[in-house]
């Protein structure tokens, strides 16, 4: 026989994975999970309220991203803040934002660019309340919605992939950078897309991650030598 057809519209359901997903990805970004602090299991499942399943599911999947490390019958821990990561993620970021600056912008439809101005908005939010996990979220959000109107599902998922060390360094760090700096440079990326001028908004972000990059290396990064012989800290 055929399936019954209920009448009242859908409810969007989420599996507990990727609730306890977002929970942990979340307070990993955010500082509630500290670098190198040990995750165990009946801790977790006394925070999350869940079983131990979805969180071993969960824990794998960060795993997978590079934010936590797993070392069977010895320790499930937040992966530690790797400098080596963090510049190359920065590094690779900022080249991929600008192609996408540089090709989508002067095709964008008026949706797109009413998204990218929410996320300039969030940022600006955050900036304003010294509230670096969301400045890092609205940072991310206003990027991607750059790139998902490109539909270029590689550069996509490429992006994506890169996105949790760009993320850490702009929750870890007290400094990065100039804070009220980023909405102002999102601002005129924002202004250039409106006028569908790629050209413009790719200098703007070569422009943006080049500060940004100079910075980093300029005030945290310690010498190749040294990096070398620990990458880690």
């Not at 079983?51 to 969960?58: D, F, H, L, V």
């Amino acid at each position: 026989m055929p399936l019954p057809v209920n009448d009242t519209a859908p409810v969007e359901r989420r599996l507990l994975r990727d609730v306890v997903y977002s929970r942990l990805y979340d307070g990993i970004l955010d500082g509630t999970l500290e670098p190198g602090e040990t995750l165990l299991d009946e801790k977790l499942t006394a925070w999350l309220g869940v079983s131990r399943t979805p969180i071993r599911e969960a824990l794998m999947k960060l795993a997978d991203i590079g934010l936590v490390e797993m070392a069977p019958n010895r320790y499930t821990r937040v992966a530690p803040i790797d400098l080596k990561a963090i510049d190359e993620a920065i590094y690779t970021t900022g080249l991929l934002h600008e192609h996408a600056a540089r090709t989508i912008v002067p095709t964008l439809d008026n949706a797109a660019v009413t998204r990218m101005d929410k996320a300039h908005k969030e940022a600006r939010k955050a900036a304003k309340a010294r509230d670096l996990p969301a400045l890092g979220r609205a940072f991310n959000d206003f990027f991607f919605e750059l790139e998902r109107a490109g539909q270029n599902d590689v550069l996509i998922s490429v992006s994506e992939g890169l996105s949790p060390q760009l993320l850490r360094y702009i929750s870890v760090w007290h400094t990065p950078f100039g804070i009220d700096d980023v909405p102002a440079a999102l601002a005129g990326i924002l202004a250039a897309a409106k006028d569908r001028d790629g050209a413009q908004a790719s200098a703007l972000v070569r422009e943006l991650y080049a500060g940004t990059l100079k910075q980093f290396l300029d005030d945290y990064r310690r010498r190749d030598s040294d990096i070398a012989q620990s990458p880690v800290f």
